[in-house]
């Protein structure tokens, strides 16, 4: 056959030279997708050789090579050999493979260590054996039992980059007479040896080799115990007879082999002679016993010096007994290896010759299924498994450990998590000691969601430290200090039910998931992950520690591991500390803030310099340093966000902000193997910050400002505690600092603790607890937060879940006593020491109760209700309910102890989660942000960030959350507003981020009366070009040099040009007190620009020619920080419907280049994807309608997809949600919530994470979602999860998803199709892919402030309304009272249902305003709308837009009567609307008369009625005012109450705001007091009927 390849072959893979040559693109960037196979079929005994052309130091694993079964010609390729299916053999490493499942772990030459130029074949021989050759070499049969048509293949897989296909012939005769000869000497040595009864493990074969290459002088003597070598010592050096490879494959295959015959039962396990049967093979013992090392010559007998007969199976116990050398290899090979003890847990099956566990009645039982190792642990040795199976059905999974406990005496628990001694076990992705929690996240990877095939280890090392490695992987340091002799052990929980002990640690299938782990994880894309462990093997004397010369304001101490300014608040600088000695390549260097103090600015400085300590004369601060005058040499350092060469910055805004690190958090320098230098901020990696670095580098840590001492981090376990002190003013943590989870926002990173009561779990990601078996065990469930509690931050949490079976409830408080150190009792209150608990309505300290009747009972508490605590600084403790401050609960908490939040889910309390509240309530504890050095400095007032509005030129796209604005097309089109009104002497100021030369002309920039809110919300159609142009309204601006009005130059030469400014300059605008307006320029004040400039402007810009992206820098310190929300409820903007929303259709979610998303081929079986499997149809049943997509989800980009057509037949609809973790392999289950690993699901108006609930009445139910609904999903740059509905953003609905992370969608009851909205499908409420601008609205949108002027109303066909089942039912009942049809609007569109379902899917916020001036209003949730004729006066009225809105409930029997007279009247027979002016309410709120009473009836009823109105339904809508009647629904027959209202606009000044008359003492309505929640009318005509309201339960 042709030695060719074939032309289709992996998509990474590009032939040459006539398909003969193979190079794999991209070697640096990818590492898989480089199969290629034979253009035909093999012949038997043909040997398909290829020669390594070209390999790369980039990843792990090597060239693969194997045959397969499958035709290229219309095979499917998938990213590896190991992936190839339907009959495979393959080669990876030293394994084989078959259909990707190892079925020979310990077979030929190891692939991975072949260099360029070696040759590689494989062969099927004419009686179907699999045959690999190396360099002309034949390794032996490696399967049988082939079929006759195979394919070769290879794959050009890790380092192998290039391969050339050299023959594909049999082997030569001369090949065959030296493989012959290699073999049948090969046979010679080992009977040789056995005929010589040589009993030193394997010195007859190493005597053999040696003396035929003529180095028999010197010889090894191997200890007669011993583990196989990994490979022969190095003074074994062959020169003429045999080479390197032929010495190591008549080794290897000699122990292969003897390992083999092992395996089938021909050998025994003890040292001494081997015992062949009548069979010819050898005999095994009892599991205690040993056994003999069996025959290996071709009849089996046992050798003249064997001490065991043929037909007894006795052994021989002396270990000099004489036995063979096949023998002592056999012991050697097996008594030493480790396998699983035979004593097991009651559910285990052993098999594989105990090396394979498996757990019984694996969807019955998850535990019970505990392993040990059949002998202790040596030092440095590895066990491994393999795990083989999953099951899909618990949480949890796989556990590993060692115990000190011997598993012939031990009574095996049910899980190793039981045993309250002597045992470390690794759970989760924490260590558990002894049952107990140790650390929480010792590893970034979770045993609970590794997979099948996936390789877990741990190593007893000589030190006594204990490591773990998931896939070859050093987790690093799991506890230092271990018992000298310890066993390992395997707990089969949960998820995993069958394992296998792996002798071959190279595993081939273990390095291609290390390098997935380390592309996904690495900041270096291409390159493995350095080795950048903290915990050093280096003996002590090599330990990286301070240099004794120091600055001469700083002192080292703890044996050179701690420096410290010990007059810190004297001086700020002269505290420079070097290393010892210089650093290695890849080797971290780490300090740990230890001490601030909050006199200065700045802070502390990290970095390298090639200066040797000994000899510097140290400076005043670092980066004063600036000899070294090459790129070559001098000193890098990293100081606030920038770093700098020799006292020059050459990167301003490099990464984590060093000033405003707290005490507790880390920094890190590592110089890597190429020269880039790296820095870290609590251990998460900046990025590279240099190149060139050379090697022989010092690190260099300057103590600056704030930061008063700092630790070298050379062993986690053996740092000494943080100070007490570690702060002179409150102790707060940084963001990312060791005690914090999230390391995001500050607010954002309180979580529970991993340790907690036994009947606790802790679920999303350390935000939610819970309390197993809720109605059979009612406390043991206390939960603590992970860090301590700040000054002045609010712990608080929402109660989720309540059983009414038991009394009592939650309990909250404090304790000073660290969860370390808490031995967590029953109940919480059965602490006696420094704790401060609520139970009830009592205060208690250490048990005794201090006080009875506090403001609030937690025992009164129903789901929904919110619980928060905080400590002031003054030390007392408070309390918050649904965010009220419940005052003083006691007073007294020691200001210098330490604090945590405490809940005990006790009694009716099951479920709780931390909300996103918990955090700093006074602003007065944050600290500045301010970055420059400086000499004792006044903290500012924190500011507000400045934001850019949504509207916007038509090339202009909005990042960072509106911070940024870049210019994607065009020179022009590129107008862009501040998002609010400046206020006086506000400064608004942009830095210039990006230019593009080939354009001329520059920024503009200026102010403007034009209110973005007023323009369409459509961002092309109201802007022009440019800003010159722009005349709507008066603009006053800065071009070039010249000021101008309106497009009219006003002023020359005023200033610095702006079509001079670059990268990094920075341009700002103000409006000051005296109406003048004024530019700045990189901070300098380029004096007044214009004057008489209007009081309510905006700041506005133009990114004009040379200036594509802007980015904000300054903010307002005179807001409050809730005006930065899109949209503010507050806001004074917010008129005429709510303006200042975000339309549906702006661009302000294309923050990232859209990556092309499409389904996975691998889905539920009812599942068949068309369309480019853009789309996706269910095809039968209601389940098995599992998708994923093919892509991650990048962050920042919105997926989005349609739902196409839904079947009523079934109930339930469709779910969405992402998984973190690859989908290529997902076994679906039938439905979504099945899936228990690393899932985040939204489910009807729920979140599930792994099945477990986290969350309710999130966004609308998406069983009630109509066809032609756009759904999509959105992962932010904080990692957490949005949900989009027609294109409205419901919130955060999980936090903490994992990078990358795929997109899920069960098509689940009665959603049948959805499809994948790409750029040119337009989403639904636009038109022709364009948002709905307010110029084509009806002037009814705009007279309710429900958003239907700017936000989404959907068009006629697809609106949501029509399908939803609450708003039919309530037009079924206005049906029953006969109302003509003239009084309703005839559009249907604007009636509006505000059921919980519908106004979620809207977006709709819950107040609005408007009006003149604006007031609030309620939105009516849980009532339906009628739209009513307006009559046509009114409707073109513009004074009627200024008009307040108000809600009056009323009774049904007045309905007709109002609707005649289209206003409220006298006359109508409601219970309350109409009543006599002068009677005095129960408020006394009117003015009586004296003699009013006395009047004549018929006098009385001439007064001016007033009528009762009110800005919210829930108070209107009291059954007091709007009684319910009884009615039967005609479809259904069911019994319903109804109650009916109005929406009104009420004209301003017509009307008194009042108090509520109903004597209620709790708030009606959050957003309005009591004493103004009731407005009184007595104008005719003051009132204006807009809706009908409708309300059934």
């Known amino acids: 056959m042709a030695a060719e390849l074939h032309p289709r072959s992996g998509k990474l893979i590009g032939l040459s030279n006539s398909n003969r040559t193979a190079q794999r693109n991209q070697p640096v960037q990818e590492f898989n997708h480089g199969l290629v196979l034979s253009r035909e079929p093999l012949r038997d005994r043909d040997v398909f050789t290829v020669r390594i052309d070209k390999k790369v130091n980039s990843w792990s ?319 440095n040795e590895m066990f491994e498994i393999r795990i083989d199976k999953l099951v899909d059905k618990w949480s949890g999974s796989i556990e590993i450990g060692v115990t000190t406990h011997n598993p012939n005496n031990l009574d095996y628990p049910a899980t190793m998590t039981n045993l309250r001694s002597g045992t470390i076990m690794m759970s989760g992705c924490g260590i558990l000691t002894n049952g107990k929690g140790t650390r929480r996240e010792y ?335 009612f406390n043991d469930a206390i939960v603590i937060s992970n860090r301590c509690l700040r000054d002045g931050e609010l712990f608080e949490i929402v109660i989720q879940k309540m059983v009414d079976r038991w009394s009592g409830s939650i309990e909250a408080g404090v304790t000073s006593i660290r969860p370390e150190e808490l031995e967590f009792p029953n109940t919480m209150t059965d602490i006696d020491y420094d704790t401060w608990m609520l139970s009830g309505t009592a205060i208690m300290q250490d048990g005794n109760t201090m006080r009875n009747n506090y403001g609030c009972d937690l025992d009164s508490l129903t789901t929904g209700s919110r619980i928060g605590m905080m400590r002031s600084a003054t030390g007392d403790l408070h309390y918050y309910i649904n965010g009220v401050d419940q005052g003083v609960a006691c007073t007294g908490l020691p200001p210098e102890k330490e604090v945590y939040a405490v809940i005990d889910l006790y009694g009716q309390c099951v479920q709780v989660s931390i909300t996103s509240s918990s955090g700093p309530l006074d602003n007065s504890l944050c600290t500045s942000n301010i970055t420059e050095k400086s000499f004792p400095i006044h903290s500012p007032v924190a500011g507000v960030a400045h934001r850019l509005h949504s509207k916007h030129g038509k090339n202009v796209v909005l990042l960072g959350e509106g911070c940024q604005a870049v210019r994607v097309g065009g020179y022009a089109h590129g107008i862009v507003f501040s998002a609010k009104e400046l206020k006086t002497d506000e400064l608004f100021e942009v830095k210039i981020d990006e230019v593009d030369n080939q354009w001329s002309g520059s920024l503009h920039m200026g102010l403007t009366s034009l209110a973005p809110p007023e323009l369409p919300s459509c961002p092309m159609s109201g802007l022009s070009p440019s800003l010159t142009q722009l005349r709507a309204k008066v603009t006053w601006l800065l071009a070039g040099s010249e000021v101008r009005r309106n497009g009219v130059l006003q002023r020359q030469n005023y200033g610095a040009s702006l079509d001079r400014l670059t990268v990094g300059n920075r341009v700002g605008v103000k409006r000051c007190s005296d109406d003048t307006m004024h530019v700045l320029i990189d901070g300098e004040d380029m004096g007044t620009a214009a004057t008489a400039v209007a009081k309510n402007v905006y700041a506005v810009l133009d990114l004009y020619g040379r200036v594509t992206a802007v980015s904000i820098v300054s903010s307002s310190v005179l807001e409050d920080a809730e005006s930065i929300k899109a949209p503010s409820l507050s806001s004074d903007s917010c008129s005429d419907g709510e303006e200042d929303s975000t339309p549906v259709g702006s661009s302000k979610l294309a923050l990232v280049p859209n990556t092309i998303m499409a389904f996975l081929e691998n889905h539920g079986k009812n599942i068949q994807l068309s369309n480019q499997n853009l789309t996706a149809a269910r095809v039968s049943s209601y389940n098995q309608g599992l998708l994923v997509t093919a892509q991650p989800l990048p962050r920042q980009q919105l997926f989005q997809f349609q739902i196409d057509r839904l079947n009523p037949s079934w109930t339930s609809s469709l779910s969405l949600g992402v998984i973190g973790h690859s989908p290529d392999r997902l076994n679906f289950p039938s439905t979504a919530c099945c899936l228990k690993r690393s899932a985040w699901l939204l489910q009807r108006d729920s979140v599930f994470h792994n099945s477990l609930k986290i969350c309710e009445n999130y966004g609308p139910n998406l069983d009630t979602c109509p066809e032609g609904t756009v759904l999509g999903l959105l992962v932010d740059g904080n990692s957490c999860l949005h949900l989009h509905v027609n294109g409205m953003d419901q919130g955060v609905a999980a936090q903490d998803i994992p990078t990358p992370c795929y997109p899920l969608i069960d098509l689940y009851g009665q959603c049948e199709q959805i499809t994948i909205v790409t750029d040119n499908v337009p989403t639904v409420g ?268």
């Not at 095979?75 to 495979?88: R, Y």
């Not at 394919?151 to 192998?160: F, I, R």
């Not at 109450?1537 to 009606?1564: D, H, I, W």
Request: aromatic share 6%; charged share 20%.
């Open 443 to 777: 590893c970034e990877f979770s045993l609970d969601e590794l997979q099948e095939g996936d390789h877990i280890g741990l190593m007893h090392k000589a030190s006594g430290a204990l490591h773990f490695y998931i896939n070859g992987i050093d987790q690093g340091v799991a506890a230092a200090q271990t018992p000298p002799m310890v066993y390992g052990v395997v707990d089969l929980y949960g998820m995993a039910v069958k394992v296998t002990i792996v002798h071959n640690h190279n595993h081939s299938d273990r390095l291609r998931r290390n390098n997935a782990i380390m592309r996904a994880l690495s900041p270096d894309v291409g390159r493995p992950r350095p080795t950048l462990s903290l915990t050093s093997d280096l003996d002590a004397t090599d330990r990286l520690l301070f240099h004794t010369n120091c600055g001469q304001k700083a002192a080292i101490i703890s044996e050179g591991r701690t420096a410290l300014r010990p007059h810190a608040t004297d001086d700020f600088n002269h505290g420079v500390v070097l290393s010892g000695r210089p650093l290695r390549s890849n080797e971290v260097f780490q300090v740990r803030i230890d001490k601030m103090v909050d006199k200065w600015a700045g802070s502390i400085e990290i970095g390298v310099t090639t200066h040797n300590p000994a000899y510097l004369q140290l400076p005043s601060t670092m980066t004063n340093l600036r000899s070294g005058n090459t790129n070559q040499s001098g000193t890098w350092m990293m100081t606030g966000n920038g770093v700098m060469h020799n006292g020059t910055t050459i990167l301003d805004e490099y990464g984590h902000n060093l000033d405003r690190l707290k005490a507790g958090d880390t920094v890190g320098v590592v110089r890597k193997e190429d020269g880039s230098l790296h820095f870290f901020v609590n251990g998460v990696a900046q990025g590279p910050a240099a190149w060139n670095v050379p090697p022989s580098v010092y690190a260099v840590v300057d103590l600056y400002g704030q930061a008063a001492q700092a630790t070298i981090m050379d062993d986690m376990a053996d740092l000494p505690p943080l100070p007490e002190d570690s702060s002179e003013g409150p102790t707060v943590m940084s963001p990312g600092s060791p005690c914090s989870v999230a390391g995001g926002n500050s607010a954002n990173d309180l979580r529970f603790h991993q340790l907690h009561g036994t009947n606790a779990v802790i679920t999303n990601g350390g935000r939610t607890a819970l309390r197993q078996n809720c109605r059979s065990e």
């Open 61 to 379: 694993g090597s060239v693969e090579i194997g045959v397969t079964a499958l035709d290229p010609a219309c095979l499917d390729f998938p990213s590896s050999a190991t992936g190839l299916k339907g009959g495979s053999w393959i080669v990876s490493g030293c394994s084989v493979l078959r259909d990707g499942r190892s079925v020979l772990e310990e077979y030929g030459r190891d692939l991975d260590q072949l260099a360029e130029g070696d040759r590689v074949g494989i062969q099927r021989s004419a009686r179907g054996e699999l045959h690999l050759w190396v360099n002309g070499h034949d390794c032996g049969a490696a399967a049988s039992g082939l079929p006759t048509r195979l394919w070769a293949v290879v794959d050009l897989y890790g380092k192998c980059t290039q391969v050339t296909v050299l023959s594909c012939e049999p082997p030569s005769s001369m090949e065959r007479d030296t493989e012959r000869e290699a073999v049948e000497g090969h046979e010679e040595v080992v009977v040789c040896g056995v005929r010589e009864g040589d009993t030193e493990d394997l010195t007859s074969v190493v005597n053999l080799a040696a003396a035929t290459n003529g180095t028999t002088e010197e010889v090894p003597e191997l200890p007669p115990i011993h583990n196989r070598p990994d490979k022969f010592p190095n003074n074994i050096e062959p020169e003429t007879a045999l080479t390197e490879h032929q010495l190591f494959d008549v080794f290897n295959n000699a122990i292969v082999s003897l390992y083999r015959s092992e395996d089938e039962g021909g050998g025994g396990r003890d040292l001494g002679g081997g015992t062949g049967t009548d069979s010819g093979t050898g005999g095994r013992g009892d599991r205690g016993s040993s056994s003999g090392g069996g025959a290996v010559n071709s009849n089996g007998s046992n050798s003249d010096s064997g001490a065991g007969t043929g037909n007894t199976g006795s052994t021989n116990n002396s270990p000099a007994g004489g036995a063979g050398l096949g023998a002592v290899t056999g012991g050697m090979m097996t008594n030493d290896a480790l396998l699983f003890h035979e004593k097991c847990g009651t559910l285990i099956k052993l098999s594989n010759n105990n090396k394979t566990a498996e757990r019984r009645r694996p969807l019955d039982e998850f535990n019970n299924g505990v392993v040990m190792t059949n002998r202790p642990l040596r030092h």
């Open 1326 to 1593: 636009a038109e022709s892919g364009e948002a709905r601008c307010q110029g084509d609205m009806e002037k009814a949108d705009m007279v309710d402030g429900i958003k239907e002027s700017v936000c989404w109303t959907p068009p006629p066909e697809v609106n949501p309304n029509k399908t939803c089942e609450y708003q039919a039912l309530c037009s079924r009942f206005k049906d029953l009272l006969t109302l003509p049809d003239g009084y309703f609007n005839e559009d249907a569109k604007y009636n509006l249902c505000y059921c919980e379902s519908c106004h979620k899917l809207r977006g709709d916020e819950s107040y609005y305003k408007r009006g003149e001036p604006p007031r609030d209003y309620a939105l009516p949730f849980g009532w339906c709308r009628f739209a009513l004729r307006i009559k046509a006066h009114c409707e073109v009225s513009s004074a009627f837009k200024k008009w307040h809105i108000a809600y009056h409930g009323t009774s049904v029997g007045a309905l007709r009567r109002t609707l005649d007279h289209a206003q409220l009247l006298s006359g109508t027979s409601s219970i309350f609307s109409v009543s006599p002016a002068k009677m005095e309410g129960p408020n006394g709120y009117s003015e009586p008369e004296e003699n009013s009473n006395s009047l004549p009836d018929r006098e009385r009823d001439k007064e001016v009625p007033r009528v009762q109105l009110s800005p919210t339904m829930r108070y209107s809508g009291l059954e007091m005012f709007a009684p319910k009647v009884q009615f039967r629904d005609p479809r259904s027959h069911c019994c319903h109450q109804a109650q009916v209202g109005f929406q009104v606009c009420v004209r301003p000044g017509s009307y008194k705001v009042g108090p509520q008359n109903l004597g209620a003492s709790e708030p009606l309505d959050p957003r309005f007091s009591n004493t103004e929640i009731e407005w009184i009318t007595k104008e005719q005509g003051g009132t204006l009927l807009y809706g009908l309201l409708i309300r059934v339960e």
